[in-house]
């Protein structure tokens, strides 16, 4: 499906227009296009190895978090760095020398909050000058918008509306859940009376935030967040409507449709009246920005439930799509669908990378969506208009009952993938002929197909266990994609991976007293469990390398180069089934965590790595620099520069160092 263009957008020169001065970061990706990139230089390849740990921060200090996770970016503005913490998401800013907190705002407790999906994983905050002063925006757990002041965290006087409930301040806040329910039928055909408590009766659904808005001209654009779809066992639930702001009063602007409407532009994608009660299509990744052209883009989940869809026939529009949407009236200017009626939990994860490139001669001004298949799809983002090809091609049918998958799927022509995208016979592991005849009479229990191969059900008459999804999540929220908008280059994160869920009946899986079961109708079919596809004693099924950082050039589309994600892990290094095996570096299983500065690009290995920083040269992919940190890097990094110095700062999580911060800088 090529994208529709509905507005004449008049592009600028194309230039790198990041908007952020320099030494300051003052969106989590760096700049409104998401490049994580900074144009500091003081540390380099020839002084990396002198950097020391100048601060850590502790998160937990701030209420209970995930002891391995830690996703909050911090930004840097006018000499503070703001961040969120715990599963209160509390707002802290902190003194960029010495790790000390200067101030915090936690949000009053509601019910609601207790019913958030994605406590404990917010991404940060937006920030953008007002009526001449800073504010940070916080859109939180319980789906409230606040406006802070950025110098003393206090709530912004005249801004919002009353919360009428404990503990709210009487300003600076927005209920965000009405202006979301306000026209939708499920809600107004319920009879409820509103609780800004409770909030949404669970019976028609429940959404909550994991990324921060975005503030674009004036206008403050929040997405939101639903219960993952392989949890999910009915088929109910609210859209994730996309809504926007006044960033100096706080008035609610627009409202975007993710699930279209009666005589709206994709209802036809909706068969059999399925748009009006699926739920879900939130927008749970971070968004980005081009502020020139008034555009912000918009990243999308899949509708409600994951591996079964028969409920809701048809391509399913705006699910796991990019959509350009006008930040002055929320219009659609263009959209592009990844997966037609998606089922695989093929999710946009990451933020589209905005650049301004070269292209046979031609200068274009691009948006790149990496995917979990391990696509980089480009668009020229004005028109919405693929850079290169992108190919509707055939894709195998579903034997489930009731469920009709879409008979093509988009495949660009360029770049090409960068991580595999079936499992065959040939890509399994063979370090010894023993473990490679174990992993031959493991996926003879599987079906193994092509990307997109359909699932099956458990008592499937073929008497195969399952199917095998590959990859399961190349590019994942674990790994946001960096670019330098200098050279046009993107530094992609990929993970090696095949997923395999057993499909099962609805009612087999369905908990009605689990508080975070939503709607009211058992699906047909629904995930059963997950993760029982894997590898010959522990280790991995397929050949190494398990992830990697691979460079392309968008003004080309070809790669550059690829690495290795960190050295080979210990577990697989010192396995009694490798004894005496002259192992290839593996990389470790895990996403790994870039961020691009003029100099060089740093990496953190990620979860399942070993808390290392290594600096990277960027034209060669050639590791130049190793230092240790206090524990395992997360998510994403940022730097700036701070009375004279460059800082460096990883998110950390590990024993010792829940939702922790490691800020660095070379040592006096």
Same mark, same amino acid.
């Given at each position: 499906m090529l994208p529709i263009c509905l507005l004449a957008v008049t592009p600028p020169a194309p230039a790198q227009e990041a908007g952020v001065p320099a030494g300051e970061w003052r969106y989590i990706g760096g700049d409104a296009g998401h490049t994580r990139y900074s144009a500091l230089d003081e540390i380099d390849g020839g002084n990396f190895e002198d950097l020391e740990v100048a601060w850590v921060w502790r998160g937990d200090n701030y209420g209970p978090t995930v002891d391995y996770v830690s996703r909050s970016t911090p930004l840097y503005v006018d000499g503070l760095l703001y961040t969120v913490a715990g599963s209160r998401r509390t707002v802290s800013a902190i003194d960029p020398g010495t790790g000390e907190t200067v101030w915090t705002f936690r949000e009053p407790h509601t019910t609601r909050y207790e019913r958030g999906m994605r406590n404990s994983y917010g991404k940060g905050v937006a920030w953008a000058e007002v009526n001449g002063r800073g504010v940070i925006f916080m859109s939180s757990p319980?789906? %409230?918008?606040?406006?802070l002041d950025a110098k003393t965290g206090r709530p912004i006087d005249g801004w919002g509306a009353t919360v009428p409930l404990d503990g709210f301040a009487a300003t600076g806040v927005v209920d965000m859940l009405p202006d979301l329910v306000g026209d939708w039928e499920p809600w107004l055909q319920s009879g409820y009376a509103y609780d800004p408590d409770h909030g949404i009766p669970r019976d028609l659904g429940?959404?909550?935030?994991?990324?921060?808005?975005?503030?674009?001209?004036?206008? !403050?654009? !929040?997405?939101?967040?639903?219960?993952?779809?392989y949890y999910q066992t009915r088929t109910e639930n609210i859209p994730g409507d996309i809504l926007a702001y006044d960033a100096s009063t706080g008035e609610f602007l627009w409202k975007f449709h993710v699930i279209p409407r009666p005589g709206e532009f994709g209802h036809d994608t909706?068969?059999?009246?399925?748009?009006? $009660?699926?739920?879900?299509?939130?927008?749970?990744? #971070?968004?980005? =920005?081009?502020?020139?052209?008034?555009?912000?883009?918009?990243?999308?989940? #899949?509708?409600?439930?994951?591996?079964?869809?028969?409920?809701?026939p048809g391509?399913?529009? %705006?699910?796991?799509?990019?959509?350009?949407? &006008?930040?002055? $009236?929320?219009?659609?200017?263009?959209?592009?669908?990844? !997966?037609h009626h998606d089922i695989w939990n093929f999710d946009n994860p990451t933020a589209p990378v905005l650049l301004d490139v070269t292209v046979d001669g031609r200068p274009r001004a691009v948006a790149i969506q990496t995917t979990k298949q391990g696509f980089a799809f480009t668009f020229d983002r004005a028109t919405g208009e693929p850079v290169w090809p992108i190919e509707e091609r055939e894709v195998p049918p579903s034997e489930i009952p009731g469920e009709r998958l879409s008979p093509t799927q988009p495949f660009p022509t360029r770049p090409a993938p960068y991580e595999m995208q079936a499992l065959t016979e040939d890509m399994l592991i063979d370090f010894t002929p023993e473990l490679r005849a174990e992993a031959l009479e493991i996926v003879r229990n599987y079906r193994l197909g092509p990307l997109y191969n359909?699932?099956?059900? !458990?008592?499937?008459?073929?008497?195969?266990?399952?199917f095998v999804s590959c990859p399961s999540g190349a590019t994942n929220i674990y790994g946001p994609t960096s670019a330098d908008p200098e050279t046009g280059i993107l530094y992609v994160s990929t993970l090696r991976g095949c997923r395999s869920e057993n499909i099962v009946p609805g009612h087999e899986m369905d908990e009605p007293d689990d508080p975070l079961t939503t709607g009211r109708t058992i699906a047909d079919w629904v995930v059963a469990d997950r993760g029982d596809f894997g590898g010959p004693r522990g280790l991995p099924i397929f050949k190494p390398p398990y992830s990697r950082i691979v460079a392309i050039d968008m003004n080309t589309g070809e790669h550059l180069w690829e690495i290795p994600n960190g050295d080979t892990p210990e577990?697989?290094? &010192?396995?009694? =089934?490798? =004894?005496?095996? &002259? +192992? #290839?570096? $593996?990389?470790?299983?895990?996403?790994?965590?870039?961020?691009a500065t003029r100099t060089l690009l740093i990496t953190a290995?990620? $979860?399942?790595?070993?808390?290392? +920083?290594?600096?990277? &040269?960027?034209?060669?992919?050639?590791?130049?620099?190793?230092? #240790?940190?206090? =524990?395992?890097?997360?998510?994403?990094?940022?730097?700036? +520069?701070?009375?004279?110095?460059?800082?460096?700062?990883?998110?950390?999580?590990?024993p010792g160092h829940p939702?922790?911060?490691?800020?660095?800088?070379?040592?006096?």
């Open positions: 319980g789906f %409230f918008l606040h406006a429940n959404l909550s935030t994991s990324s921060p808005p975005i503030v674009v001209n004036g206008v !403050v654009i !929040v997405g939101n967040v639903h219960e993952q779809g909706w068969e059999n009246d399925a748009w009006m $009660t699926t739920g879900d299509v939130s927008s749970w990744a #971070p968004m980005s =920005a081009d502020p020139e052209r008034g555009i912000v883009y918009i990243p999308t989940n #899949p509708p409600t439930i994951d591996f079964y869809g028969g409920f809701r391509d399913n529009l %705006f699910g796991t799509s990019i959509i350009a949407l &006008d930040v002055r $009236t929320g219009e659609r200017v263009w959209h592009f669908q990844m !997966v359909p699932p099956i059900q !458990v008592g499937h008459p073929s008497g195969l266990r399952s577990r697989i290094r &010192d396995h009694p =089934a490798l =004894a005496g095996v &002259d +192992l #290839p570096v $593996t990389g470790k299983t895990s996403h790994p965590v870039t961020l290995e990620g $979860t399942q790595g070993d808390p290392l +920083l290594h600096a990277v &040269d960027k034209r060669t992919g050639e590791r130049v620099g190793t230092v #240790p940190i206090p =524990a395992s890097g997360q998510y994403g990094m940022m730097t700036y +520069l701070h009375q004279g110095r460059q800082y460096v700062v990883v998110q950390i999580a590990g939702g922790s911060l490691a800020a660095l800088r070379l040592g006096e």
